[in-house]
């Protein structure tokens, strides 16, 4: 069953394959973290990305994208490594963010493409 995307969430929505269309179609602005399990990295993103679904609430929509579990979206969208946060406005992808950073920095990047 397929999760009803919330209205507007203040916690990171877990994106799918079956989803992700959906999500980008409904968010103005959507910031999808492409993650796995396994990366170091992305588990210490992990906390920032429920940091800022909580303080930016009505501005940006955080959706979280396991890239074992969903292998269609990282390759239609090029992902190469993660973490990767893949930024769409308006219902188009409009940049990449990649890495591991501080919280400030990446609000930062992600205002930038706003």
Do not use: H
């Amino acid at each position: 069953m397929i999760e009803a995307l919330p209205e507007n969430p203040d916690y990171p929505v877990v994106i799918t394959d079956e989803n992700i269309e959906d999500a980008v179609a409904k968010y103005p602005l959507l910031v999808v973290d492409c993650w796995a399990e396994w990366c170091g990295p992305c588990k210490m993103l992990g906390p920032v990305i429920k940091s800022l679904a909580l303080s930016q609430k009505g501005d940006v929509v955080f959706g979280k994208l396991d890239v074992d579990s969903n292998n269609d979206t990282p390759g239609k969208f090029n992902v190469r490594s993660i973490p990767n946060l893949i930024v769409f406005k308006g219902g188009n992808k409009v940049g990449d963010i990649i890495g591991a950073m501080p919280e400030d920095r990446l609000l930062e990047r992600i205002n930038a493409l706003k």
